[in-house]
């Protein structure tokens, strides 16, 4: 069974741009980190990325989920498993 789905990316119709408001915005976001972490294209990226690159997006990801996500949502959203 699998534990990830990408499913926005294949129904979300609207406008992918910051800017307009809110909600579009959080789609666009949704949107673009879909497509970056579509299977064929990271890893065509990753391999083009420079170590710093690579530093940065980890940091960026790992500092986003530290700050807006408790321990038991990390486990269970992010690395999808069953840590009391």
Do not use: C, W
């Not at 990390?74 to 009391?84: E, G």
């Amino acid at each position: 069974m699998k534990k990830h789905s990408h499913n926005h990316i294949e129904t979300y119709n609207g406008l992918a741009g910051l800017g307009l408001d809110r909600e579009t915005d959080e789609n666009t976001i949704i949107y673009y980190l879909q497509k970056f972490s579509d299977d064929t294209l990271i890893k065509e990226l990753v391999k083009r990325l420079t170590t710093k690159e690579i530093e940065e997006i980890f940091f960026l990801l790992t500092r986003l989920l530290k700050k807006h996500l408790t321990d038991s949502e990390y486990h269970t959203l992010f690395l999808k498993d069953n840590h009391p």
